[in-house]
């Protein structure tokens, strides 16, 4: 894709009109238009005020934007279960969010200190047996493998 494909692809994944993205950037919206059009080559100053404005790195103007959307079988496998998020919530957000991959982040950032509730109970399965829970997972993720 070409510097003006891609800064559109990455306009649209933010949901920004031409307009919007112009006044986000301190340029003229005929500036964006020829930029996305490649009807110009625009210069780093003017590519710096449109990372800056869509929240994106370099790579992403200059290589294809990676394609954030995830299948929804994939999206709900990879929400943390401890986000306690119902299917029908999960579907729709699936369906609404333009980048799946931040979002999926974002639970996981949130969640990653709290303790895991089901390690919590195989570890107390284990020593209800008298075993130690250490020992013993480590048997199994060794078995695992």
């Not at 991959?101 to 996981?108: D, L, P």
Request: aromatic share 4%; glycine share 4%.
């Amino acid at each position: 894709m070409s510097i003006g494909e891609n800064v559109k692809a990455l306009r649209l994944r933010k949901g920004l009109t031409q307009s919007q993205l112009a006044n986000a950037s301190g340029m003229q919206l005929t500036q964006v238009s020829r930029i996305e059009n490649d009807d110009t080559d625009a210069k780093a100053s003017t590519l710096n005020k449109i990372i800056k404005a869509l929240g994106c790195t370099a790579n992403d103007i200059f290589d294809k934007p990676a394609d954030s959307k995830m299948s929804l079988e994939d999206f709900i496998g990879s929400i943390d279960y401890r986000s306690g998020m119902d299917m029908k919530t999960a579907v729709v957000l699936w369906k609404q969010l333009s980048d799946h991959q931040q979002f999926i982040k974002q639970v996981r950032d949130t969640y990653k200190n709290d303790p895991d509730p089901q390690d919590e109970l195989v570890r107390k399965m284990f020593r209800d047996q008298g075993l130690d829970p250490d020992v013993e997972i480590e048997k199994l993720k060794a078995s695992s493998n």
